[in-house]
């Protein structure tokens, strides 16, 4: 439970970009692991100012 609510921000951020996929896309890209775009068409990425505040709950939690 403790770590579950230590991931909080990350879980808002699913919510609010509707699901995990484009914010784990984006972390992945972030990370070097895919390269920027990798979502298929139709998904479309998050966007640069959304992309930035994933960078910043990443950072914030330490998880890279």
Not at 28 to 36: K, N, S, V
């Amino acid at each position: 439970v403790a770590q579950s609510e230590r991931l909080a921000p990350l879980w808002e951020l699913f919510a609010e970009f509707g699901g995990s996929l484009r914010v784990t896309a984006a972390i992945a890209e972030h990370l070097g692991l895919a390269t920027h775009g990798c979502l298929p068409l139709p998904i479309q990425g998050l966007t640069e100012a959304q992309r930035a505040r994933v960078v910043q709950v990443v950072d914030m939690l330490g998880l890279v």
